[in-house]
């Protein structure tokens, strides 16, 4: 099976980070392919940050001219888009927000998500409670740290575990890395965490091989019904129009 990792900014070197983890955690038979939009920010942080990014990702699968792919995984941590990429699409659309809380729900009675700036904890909020999982949320905590930050491993490392230690005080039992380009950090916070610590990116990635193997995807009973037909025009006057 195929799927698309979607990154919600600009950033190459980012992308490609994630696609590591994606990677790491994809089982025998899954290829992962990485898209980065062509416009949009360089880092998601914020409300505006979030709209533009949810646009551009959007746009970048509506132009996707490579593979078909099998599932689509959105690695932008409380980032927009995913309901409108559910009715774009004809394949299972997994948010990283979501498949971590989900996951983290099957660990322990409450989470705890740390994440980079505190700025971003209104629309984390707004995504657990589009999902149904805020009320087994007990923190959300920033490190303090921008997403362009993350690059450095050790102060990284620091920042998480002081965030973590405040999100365990307010009663999470189970931690989720609250950032894409977080991915792997996992791997080294748990253990000295004494607690599970849940990667997104990961989690996605295995709930959406789960969604292919079962033959399921998106209803479209309902509220991700196929877009209804009109003309609409993308990016500026005399762009594509669709």
Not at 110 to 135: F, H, K, N, P
Request: proline residues 4%.
């Amino acid at each position: 099976m195929r799927i698309v990792v979607t990154n919600c900014n600009t950033t190459q070197e980012m992308t490609e980070e994630i696609v590591r983890g994606a990677r790491a955690a994809a089982g025998p038979g899954t290829t992962v392919t990485g898209l980065t939009p062509a416009w949009g920010p360089e880092s998601a942080e914020g409300w505006l940050d979030s709209y533009l990014s949810a646009a551009a990702v959007l746009d970048t699968l509506r132009t996707y001219a490579g593979p078909p792919y099998d599932a689509v995984v959105m690695a932008g941590f409380g980032e927009h888009g995913r309901e409108g990429v559910r009715e774009l699409v004809d394949v299972p659309v997994v948010d990283i927000t979501e498949a971590a809380a989900h996951l983290a729900c099957l660990l322990g009675r409450r989470y705890g998500v740390v994440t980079t700036l505190e700025r971003s904890r209104g629309q984390i909020e707004d995504s657990l409670e589009t999902a149904g999982v805020r009320r087994n949320c007990a923190a959300i905590v920033g490190t303090g740290l921008g997403v362009l930050d993350l690059g450095d491993t050790e102060r990284t490392e620091a920042a998480f575990l002081a965030a973590a230690e405040r999100a365990r005080e307010a009663g999470a039992e189970v931690l989720v890395l609250g950032c894409a380009g977080m991915t792997g950090l996992q791997r080294t916070v748990s253990e000295k965490l004494g607690v599970p610590v849940v990667d997104g990116v990961g989690a996605a990635v295995k709930l959406a091989e789960s969604l292919v193997t079962l033959g399921l995807t998106t209803s479209r009973a309902g509220g991700y019904a196929r877009p209804l037909p009109k003309r609409r025009v993308w990016g500026a006057p005399g762009g594509a129009v669709t």
